[in-house]
T-cell receptor, first 115, second 115 residues
């Protein structure tokens, strides 16, 4: 079952912050985040493997709340280059603490950054 | 180029045609995937290959037939498609089927139109 992302779309001015959420109905092994620009391939941003893990990539960071089966992507001081569609992908947790190796994506959040 | 090359970039085919999509990666990855991306729908996982063995068929109709002759190449053979099969078909690869730490690397996709 696919994760649910919110919001569906965000419009920002340069320098503003945004948060994109990803929720799953299943226990998770990992959460991936990708960005796709129009006409291009999705690009890997980061993966979160452990409950409570936080990772950062320049001004983009993410957290993973294992209990709530949720992840959030934080974009701070947004730049024009941040525009695109952001997807979370989730791997369900298998008995024994491993994954099924089956990444399921949310519907995407369209982020538009204006000058 | 992302390290995963897909050909052709665009394909128009009739419903009675047979065609194949090709995906190639020289990243040393052991897992390869086919995803379908339709307008306003999430990325849909179709097939997973891990060390050349198919480990996932996500209830894909038999008119789509994957082939993985080695860890670097993945094909998607198409025959008697329907107009609703028109979509962007994305190939991806990862170190193994957990996508651990480095995530998936996607190709730029083949835009398929069935007429």
């Amino acid at each position: 079952q696919q994760p649910v992302q919110s919001p569906q779309a965000v419009i920002l001015r340069e320098g503003e912050d945004a948060v994109i959420n990803c929720s799953s109905s299943k226990a998770l092994y990992s959460v991936h985040w990708y960005r796709q620009k129009h006409g291009e391939a999705p690009v890997f941003l980061m993966i979160l493997l452990k409950g409570g893990e936080q990772k950062g990539h320049e001004k983009i960071s993410a957290s993973f709340n294992e209990k709530k089966q949720q992840s959030s992507l934080y974009l701070t001081a947004s730049q024009l280059s941040y525009s695109g569609t952001y997807f979370c992908g989730t791997e369900p947790l298998r008995a024994g603490g491993t994954s099924y190796g089956k990444l399921t994506f949310g519907q995407g959040t369209i982020l538009t950054v204006h000058p | 180029e992302t390290g995963v090359t897909q050909t052709p970039r665009h394909l128009v085919m009739g419903m009675t045609n047979k065609k194949s999509l090709k995906c190639e990666q020289h990243l040393g990855h052991n897992a390869m995937y086919w995803y379908k991306q339709s307008a306003k729908k999430p990325l849909e996982l179709m097939f997973v290959y891990n060390f050349k063995e198919q480990t996932e068929n996500n209830s894909v109709p038999s008119r789509f037939s994957p082939e993985c002759p080695n860890s670097s190449h993945l094909f998607l053979h198409l025959h008697t498609l329907q107009p609703e099969d028109s979509a962007l078909y994305l190939c991806a690869s990862s170190q193994d089927d957990s996508g651990w730490d480095y995530g998936y690397t996607f190709g730029s996709g083949t835009r398929l139109t069935v007429v």
